[in-house]
């Protein structure tokens, strides 16, 4: 079985500051990993990917992530947040052992509200 | 940019009654899914179907739900009887095949929000 944990319900940063939203998984094999943010009546929008090789994952709107393997981790992070940032983030994994046709079979975290203030 | 269209964006029902959501996918793509939130729950997997026929599901997705391609290009969810506890929001999504099948990226619609009384 694969998931995901968010801690955070709630993260707050004050706008030019750094930012990071934590997400752990557990999965029995090794992961793909996923970034996912929703705005406001918008879907899910795809940030950033992690596969395979470099650990730190560049994606959209200057987000990046880090997989550690050792701490079964991918945290997000931007090193300078913008108010239009504020959104709900969630973090997703699926087990690369699944195969098969579980193509699209992603886990979510229970997402994190990222707010920044002006 | 392609987008995966919803409707309705949100449908008041009545318990028993049956609902139909319907999904456009996004038209070059091969695979389509669907997932449902539960309000102040995890975004969950439902289904996910290729080829015709459903190629996954989950527990959540018992005899009262199926879905369809009717025309090759609508996408629909269908709920026989609803329950108190089918309110959710649902979202459709589809993704490209590429060599890497378990890294596809899912493009999600807005969703559709479902209120069963």
């Known amino acids: 079985a694969q998931s995901v944990a968010q801690p955070e319900d709630q993260v707050n940063v004050a706008e030019g500051n750094p930012l990071t939203v934590k997400c752990t998984y557990s999965v029995s094999g090794n992961p793909y990993l996923f970034w996912y943010v929703q705005y406001p009546n918008r879907g899910l929008q795809f940030l950033l990917k992690y596969i395979t090789g470099d650990n730190l994952v560049k994606g959209s709107y200057g987000f990046e992530a880090e997989f550690n393997k050792s701490q079964t981790s991918f945290h997000l992070k931007k090193p300078s947040a913008l108010v239009s940032d504020s959104a709900l983030y969630f973090c997703?994994?699926?087990?690369?052992?699944?195969?098969?046709?579980?193509?699209?079979?992603?886990?979510f975290g229970q997402g994190t509200i990222l707010t920044v203030h002006p | 940019e392609p987008e995966v269209t919803q409707t309705p964006s949100h449908q008041v029902t009545q318990m028993g009654q049956e609902v139909i959501l319907r999904c456009v996918p996004i038209?070059?793509?091969?695979?389509f899914y669907w997932y449902r939130q539960i309000l102040g729950q995890k975004v969950e997997f439902l289904v996910s179907f290729y080829n015709n026929e459903i190629s996954e599901k989950s527990e959540i997705f018992d005899d009262q739900f199926s879905v369809e391609r009717p025309d090759g290009s609508n996408f629909t969810l269908k709920i026989r009887s609803t329950k108190l506890e089918d309110s959710a929001m649902y979202f459709c999504a589809s993704s490209e095949r590429t060599s890497l099948s378990g890294a596809n990226v899912l493009t999600f619609g807005a969703g559709s929000r479902l209120t069963v009384l």
């Open positions: 997703a994994v699926r087990d690369r052992k699944a195969g098969g046709t579980s193509y699209g079979k992603l886990t």
């Open positions: 038209s070059n793509h091969l695979y």
